[in-house]
């Protein structure tokens, strides 16, 4: 697909103008990852945080776990995702 054709695909321009706050997520173990930030993730992040920091997203990398695992986690007594959600939600929405 040509630049023009990906441009008027993308949801950066939407995201770019969003007053929502924005959480990033990966597993340190998927595919991509190498322990550390996916590219995707670390591509948008940047790419919103030029647009200044009250655009800037939380990047959480849950270190331990796969694409499936971080979800398995939840309700268990490993609260290394759930925990640094829920307090992405408390801070976000006071």
């Known amino acids: 697909v040509d630049p ?3 441009l008027a ?9 969003t007053g929502a706050r924005i959480m ?3 597993a340190a173990m998927d595919p ?3 322990g550390g930030v996916v ?3 670390q591509a948008l992040h940047d790419a919103l945080c030029a647009e200044g920091p009250a655009h ?3 990047l959480l990398v849950a270190k331990g776990h796969s694409h499936m695992s971080e979800m398995f986690a939840f309700d268990t007594a490993d609260t290394s ?3 640094p959600i829920l307090d992405f939600i408390r801070h976000r929405t006071r």
């Open 24 to 26: 990033l997520v990966n």
């Open 56 to 58: 800037c997203p939380t």
């Open 81 to 83: 995702v759930s925990q």
């Open 4 to 6: 023009a054709t990906q």
């Open 9 to 17: 695909r993308s949801s950066l321009p939407a995201l770019k103008r």
């Open 32 to 34: 991509g990852a190498n």
């Open 39 to 41: 590219a995707f993730n």
